[in-house]
């Protein structure tokens, strides 16, 4: 069974660069046709998809966070992570990571909450 565990700081202050890390277990990043998420839930908000990495590597972001968004991998770890640079109080949220196949989502990380304060 394939187990996703997010990891990173609780806290971040405005302006810096949020970094989580998602570790897979179970499987792996590269095989074919599995696609690796980040995605967010602001409080009292819906789920907000912000992108992906697939097995081959390749990349796809979130329109609205393209520009402040990017997602990696590092397969002798089987780790995927998000950066999302200059944060604001409005990217306070609890992110999640998750593996897709097609447009089936397989299985979800617990989730951890990022706070953006001062």
């Known amino acids: 069974q394939v187990q996703l565990q997010e990891s990173g700081p609780g806290l971040v202050k405005p302006s810096q660069t949020l970094s989580l890390t998602c570790t897979v277990s179970?499987?792996?990043?590269?095989?074919?046709?599995?696609?690796w998420h980040w995605i967010r839930q602001p409080p009292g908000k819906g789920l907000e998809w912000m992108g992906r990495?697939?097995?081959?590597?390749?990349?796809v972001y979130s329109a609205s966070l393209k520009s402040r968004t990017s997602i990696s991998r590092d397969t002798s770890k089987n780790q995927f992570t998000l950066q999302l640079s200059s944060v604001t109080p409005e990217d306070t949220a609890v992110y999640y990571c998750?593996?897709?196949?097609?447009?089936?989502?397989?299985?979800w990380g617990q989730g951890t909450q990022v706070t953006v304060s001062s």
């Open positions: 998750a593996r897709r196949f097609d447009f089936t989502w397989l299985d």
């Open positions: 990495i697939n097995y081959s590597g390749k990349t």
């Open positions: 179970g499987g792996s990043l590269t095989t074919n046709s599995y696609g």
